[in-house]
């Protein structure tokens, strides 16, 4: 599937040859503060959990309006982890942390 | 009025047969309806229908977004309704969207709202310019998504947002306890609401559909039944005919000539509903056979739905007595439809029924039994749909005829009386059992606007069809069959016993005559005898008299005597029998 890279804030890391990689995309509608909200906690938490091993796609639904139906999405912002399998979704603007942890599978590094 | 005239409400027709007549014209344009109902009402059906017919008929192409069935599974399930999916979906007439809500695929972190819902449906409305809008079962978000809060204020914003689109929208809510629908989306859509109904009563099952609120417009609030076949969905506004239907005076044969001399000479009123009673095995069927039969002759049209017999099992005991109905069927006059009364609900009954007549156009129509619909559902529910039933068909001016089983001994039973007060004529077949057997009578109990005939006629099955013939009526009572043939013959026998009597009389007075013209004539001879006997002896005296003078004046002359007077008068004597009888001597 094709997807547009938007980068809200600042760009995002590329993931980085060799590790278990997360593919990460998430789905916004506009630039609204909960998008951009969304995107700061999201490159946070990765920075944070995932270095090295994640890469997000931002995909604005307003200018690819038929995105929206592959991946089932109803509510914005949504998290979409496409791998590892199984798919995973998170909705909302990722502010409680170790929810999206356990939304993407990833224990908290404590 | 004094106001202004307000633009009246304009309204999308859904092409679904009934429901557009009962809200007049279908539903409110550029607004969301609510159908709600429980589980297999027939929602889903309903708002396909609505987008099928919309992109198919009404050039309004339109997107149905199903929250439960993907889009496959809709296509198999109306694809039997010969709805043609994935070829409108390839035509661009209808965009089918399938959202899958999986609860446990979600976590909700944190403040979300559903913009992406909103910018899919309007992708596919955009997409082809969709004037219709299905969202088929949106309250399955509610399942799928935690935050109730979110979910009602976006629903909210939805359907405001669905409206400023233009769109006309039919939204399906599950059917809550005790409320409209389980979420309570009837606070969102408040234009229309429509209620469909699945119950069961006594192991059969009756649809019904129920506009429960409808802003801004007329409509029927009765529950009107609807049905599900293989041409979709079909609403009936049966309930809301008047009596307003014009009558005729035509008059069509009843097939059977003495029964038309019955009634005033000239058969049943065009237009009319007869009923037929009777007991088992009275002639009810076969009344209706001849109905048939010459409605056919005269090469009308007939429907005939049976409750009990298949239409091979009628044909073939009709032609026992001579009615042979299936050079009809082949012709396509007549039409059979046969159905158990317990196949379905009484209100379905009437569903097929109409459906049938709309069809076939018949001028003739023919129920029997409609007795047997009894046992269906309660009395009073059989009477309101009779009631409706005779309502459409006279407003069609269609003949319809019934037949009613009646059982017991008073032959006017309860059934009866149930529907004779909306039939027009009530043919009543009675058997009347005496000296060992049981035979037919038939009488017209009543025929309104028409002078009918009192009189009870026996009612024989023969090889050529139903004769009626005079009963015996006397000082016995009614007689028929062998009773009437014996007292036909008594009398008949009591008739010859008289008439010999008085042949015999006729025979006494006759000789009697003969001897009294022969004794009149011998004492006619006798006199004319004794007259004759008279006239000769006068006669005679006479002669002798003159001789007995002669001779005197002879002698005087010889003896020249003078005393001339002296003895010359005639002897006379007295006979025993005091007759003064004068002789020689």
């Known amino acids: 599937m094709e997807a547009t890279e938007e980068r809200p804030s600042s760009t995002a890391p590329e993931a980085e040859p060799g590790g278990e990689s997360q593919i990460l995309r998430l789905y916004i509608a506009g630039q609204t503060p909960r998008s951009i909200a969304a995107f700061a906690n999201l490159k946070r938490i990765c920075e944070e959990h995932l270095a090295g091993r994640y890469r997000i796609e931002v995909i604005d639904l307003v200018q690819n309006p038929k995105l929206a139906a592959g991946d089932q999405i109803l509510a914005v912002p949504t998290l979409v982890r496409r791998l590892p399998e199984p798919v995973r979704k998170i909705i909302g603007d990722l502010s409680n942390t170790d929810r999206v942890l356990v939304g993407l599978d990833v224990r908290p590094a404590r | 009025m004094d106001h202004p005239p307000v633009a009246k409400l304009a309204k999308t027709r859904t092409g679904i047969e009934g429901f557009d007549e009962i809200t007049d014209g279908g539903l409110p344009t550029g607004r969301p309806s609510l159908v709600c109902g429980g589980a297999g009402c027939g929602k889903t059906l309903f708002a396909i229908s609505f987008l099928v017919h919309g992109a198919t008929r009404f050039d309004e192409p339109g997107v149905f977004m199903s929250f439960e069935e993907s889009t496959d599974e809709l296509a198999?399930?109306?694809?039997?309704?010969?709805?043609?999916?994935?070829?409108?979906?390839?035509?661009?007439?209808?965009?089918?969207?399938?959202?899958?809500?999986?609860?446990?695929?979600?976590?909700?972190?944190?403040?979300?709202?559903?913009?992406?819902?909103?910018i899919r449906l309007g992708y596919a409305i955009d997409s082809i310019g969709a004037r219709r809008v299905v969202l088929d079962t949106i309250e399955s978000l509610f399942s799928g998504l935690t935050n109730q809060g979110i979910l009602r204020a976006e629903l909210r914003r939805l359907f405001r947002w669905l409206k400023?689109?233009?769109?006309?929208?039919?939204?399906?809510?599950?059917?809550?306890?005790?409320?409209?629908?389980?979420?309570?989306?009837?606070?969102?859509?408040?234009?229309?609401?429509?209620?469909?109904?699945?119950?069961?009563?006594?192991?059969?099952?009756?649809?019904?559909?129920?506009?429960?609120?409808?802003?801004?417009?007329?409509?029927?609030?009765?529950e009107y039944p609807f049905l599900i076949d293989e041409d979709g969905i079909a609403v009936l506004p049966v309930t809301s005919l008047g009596l307003g239907h014009a009558v005729s005076s035509e008059r069509i044969s009843t097939g059977i000539a003495r029964l038309d001399t019955m009634l005033a000479g000239k058969g049943y009123f065009r237009g009319s509903t007869i009923l037929v009673s009777g007991t088992a095995?009275?002639?009810?069927?076969?009344?209706?056979?001849?109905?048939?039969?010459?409605?056919?002759?005269?090469?009308?049209?007939?429907?005939?739905?049976l409750f009990e017999e298949s239409p091979a099992q009628v044909m073939r005991n009709m032609k026992s007595i001579g009615i042979d109905?299936?050079?009809?069927?082949?012709?396509?006059?007549?039409?059979?439809?046969?159905?158990?009364?317990?196949?379905?609900g009484l209100e379905m009954h009437l569903s097929r029924m109409h459906r049938a007549i709309d069809r076939f156009g018949p001028s003739v129509v023919v129920l029997d039994p409609v007795s047997s619909l009894l046992g269906v559902s309660a009395a009073a529910d059989v009477h309101g749909t009779l009631m409706r039933l005779v309502d459409f068909l006279k407003s069609t001016g269609i003949t319809a005829l019934m037949t009613s089983l009646s059982h017991g001994k008073t032959e006017v039973e309860r059934t009866d009386a149930a529907i004779s007060s909306i039939v027009d004529t009530w043919l009543l077949l009675v058997t009347l059992e005496s000296s060992g057997e049981r035979n037919r009578g038939l009488y017209v109990l009543k025929a309104r606007g028409m002078s009918h005939s009192n009189q009870i006629r026996e009612f024989l099955l023969t090889d050529d069809g139903v004769e009626l013939i005079d009963v015996y009526a006397g000082a016995?009572?009614?007689?028929?069959?062998?009773?009437?043939?014996?007292?036909?013959?008594?009398?008949?026998?009591?008739?010859?016993v008289d008439e010999q009597e008085l042949e015999r009389r006729q025979r006494a007075l006759a000789r009697l005559k003969t001897v009294f013209d022969a004794e009149l004539a011998a004492l006619r001879a006798k006199f004319e005898t004794e007259q004759a006997d008279l006239a000769s002896g006068i006669t005679q005296h006479r002669a002798r008299v003159a001789r007995l003078k002669e001779d005197k004046r002879d002698v005087a002359r010889s003896r020249r005597a003078d005393a001339a007077n002296g003895d010359d008068r005639p002897k006379r004597t007295d006979d025993a029998r005091g007759t003064v009888r004068y002789g020689s001597d």
């Open chain 2, 164 to 222: 400023d689109k233009g769109v006309t929208c039919v939204i399906t809510g599950e059917r809550g306890e005790g409320t409209l629908t389980r979420h309570g989306l009837e606070e969102y859509v408040s234009d229309a609401v429509i209620l469909l109904d699945h119950r069961v009563i006594d192991e059969i099952s009756t649809r019904r559909l129920r506009i429960v609120k409808y802003r801004g417009s007329a409509h029927g609030t009765n």
């Open chain 2, 476 to 496: 016995r009572g009614v007689l028929t069959g062998s009773a009437r043939v014996t007292q036909e013959a008594e009398e008949r026998a009591a008739a010859l």
């Open chain 2, 325 to 344: 109905l299936q050079p009809w069927v082949d012709r396509g006059l007549l039409e059979f439809h046969a159905a158990r009364p317990s196949a379905c």
């Open chain 2, 76 to 118: 198999q399930n109306v694809a039997s309704l010969g709805f043609d999916l994935p070829g409108l979906i390839q035509n661009k007439r209808i965009v089918l969207d399938h959202v899958r809500v999986e609860r446990s695929e979600i976590e909700e972190t944190g403040d979300y709202d559903l913009e992406a819902l909103f």
């Open chain 2, 281 to 305: 095995g009275s002639g009810k069927s076969s009344v209706a056979a001849h109905f048939m039969d010459a409605a056919c002759r005269r090469g009308e049209r007939a429907l005939v739905f």
